[in-house]
């Protein structure tokens, strides 16, 4: 059915930024992705030497081959935190992408919003052991600067002298999700005609690594590549990731001013909360269930007009489960697949692992991605599906399905769900 949304506003797509693990570059990043190349690498670092023999969880997603120089100023990137060198540097990529020139605008007409999860816990750790070592005295004036969730919107609003609306989400896991969707309300308001929007995460630290180790949430799989498994019988957890990824969204009467190129429509958004565990969905996934719905209302559509489904897909096994349980109660036949419904659905966390509040954003590369190829990435190591998880996941391989609208669910910790919905451009 064609969009019947009542939105005044068009919002689009016109460049994005990656740093993940398997690129670091959209078009890296969706390469990897399209062929199910795997970013999952052993755990590393001489900070996880101490207590090597107690790291249960042995594999990370891991962003190698990286130096910030590369991307953002060198000496500007000294006095920001990893998470938000990776945010400052997926953002310049992606307004190099648009080709934007945001002095050639209001800068009160143009804003960020961005989500992490955890925000600068590597500097969170590092001042600990500081203080406990040396004493207060000796800890460093830009701590509090670098370790401050909104650490990456408020340099890049600096950055680029954007004196619009700037937030930071933090949801957990569904941070760069609620950033997006929040980066679209402010602009169906009219409070800006261009906002930067995504998510970061450096999080792969002695201290959450064996935080959710202690939780028993992450995989024990020594495997690096076998780990991350979504949907498998098999599955015992996720495997923590680290990246970012950056968009800039644009009115379509904006982008069309100045030439730019559209990539995608971003269509709808909802969020909604389980209000039942601070870590375990919801069994039956009415949250997850009430997101998408709402979203599919917010973007003027019906079930059938989706075609993709990038899940949050985290391989635990109560996640992975109350999100089919909600996928296939939202999207019924459409979605099941033992009735030939032609709905696909897959997790890429399978090879980039789980980067928690930046998960959304990375994720949302593979759906836009997916629009415009009309090719479906596969979720990789899925040997033996769950018995009951009647959908078509793709598994091991990409499949070839030209598509209209795209959905992307992230999911957090205290029971945050966010589905965004990208449709393909036609204009």
């Known amino acids: 059915m064609p969009n019947q949304n009542t939105h005044d506003q068009t919002i689009v797509i016109t460049g994005i930024g990656a740093i993940t693990p398997i690129g670091l570059g959209a078009q890296a990043v969706w390469e990897a992705m399209r062929t199910g190349t795997s970013?999952?690498?052993?755990?590393?670092?001489?900070?996880?030497?101490?207590?090597?023999?107690q790291w249960q969880a042995r594999v990370a997603g891991h962003v190698t081959g990286w130096d910030a120089g590369d991307h953002i100023d060198a000496r500007e990137a000294r006095r920001l935190d990893r998470s938000a060198q990776f945010g400052m540097a997926a953002v310049a990529q992606a307004v190099e992408a648009s080709g934007?020139?945001?002095s050639a605008m209001q800068p009160e007409r143009a804003g960020i919003a961005f989500g992490t999860g955890v925000g600068g816990i590597s500097t969170i750790e590092d001042g600990h052991s500081t203080l406990?070592?040396?004493?207060?005295?000796?800890?460093?004036?830009?701590t509090?600067?670098?370790?401050?969730?909104?650490?990456t919107a408020g340099n890049v609003s600096i950055a680029y002298g954007l004196r619009g609306p700037a937030t930071a989400m933090a949801t957990a896991c569904a941070s760069s999700g609620n950033a997006i969707g929040e980066a679209l309300e402010t602009m169906r308001r009219g409070r800006a005609e261009v906002m930067i929007a995504g998510g970061t995460e450096a999080a792969i630290t002695p201290l959450c690594v064996g935080a959710f180790q202690a939780m028993k949430a992450l995989s024990t799989n020594p495997d690096p590549v076998k780990a991350s498994r979504p949907f498998d019988v098999d599955r015992d957890g996720f495997v923590l990731a680290e990246g970012a990824a950056a968009f800039i969204l644009e009115t379509e009467a904006h982008a069309k001013a100045r030439?730019?190129?559209?990539?995608?429509?971003?269509?709808?958004?909802?969020?909604s909360a389980d209000a039942h565990h601070i870590t375990a969905p919801d069994e039956a996934g009415r949250g997850a269930r009430q997101a998408m719905t709402w979203a599919l209302e917010d973007a003027g559509l019906s079930p059938s007009d989706i075609g993709y489904i990038n899940a949050h897909g985290t391989s635990t096994p109560l996640?992975?489960?109350?999100?089919v349980a909600a996928v296939l109660e939202v999207f019924g036949d459409h979605a099941r697949k033992s009735a030939g419904g032609p709905l696909l659905m897959s997790s890429t966390k399978s090879v980039h692992g789980h980067a928690l509040g930046a998960s959304g954003a990375v994720e949302l590369v593979g759906c836009i991605n997916a629009l415009r190829e009309g090719l479906i990435p596969p979720t990789i190591n899925l040997e033996n599906p769950e018995e009951g998880f009647d959908i078509d996941l793709v598994a091991n391989e990409a499949r070839q399905a030209p598509i209209q609208y795209a959905m992307n669910n992230t999911f957090g910790f205290g029971g945050h769900n966010v589905s965004l919905i990208v449709g393909r451009y036609d204009g």
């Open 144 to 151: 509090v600067p670098k370790l401050m969730v909104n650490a």
């Open 39 to 53: 970013g999952i690498t052993s755990l590393e670092g001489a900070e996880f030497a101490e207590f090597e023999d």
């Open 100 to 102: 934007i020139d945001f």
């Open 319 to 323: 996640g992975d489960s109350a999100e």
């Open 259 to 271: 030439g730019a190129t559209i990539l995608a429509t971003l269509a709808g958004w909802a969020a």
């Open 132 to 142: 406990l070592k040396r004493g207060p005295k000796r800890l460093s004036p830009l």
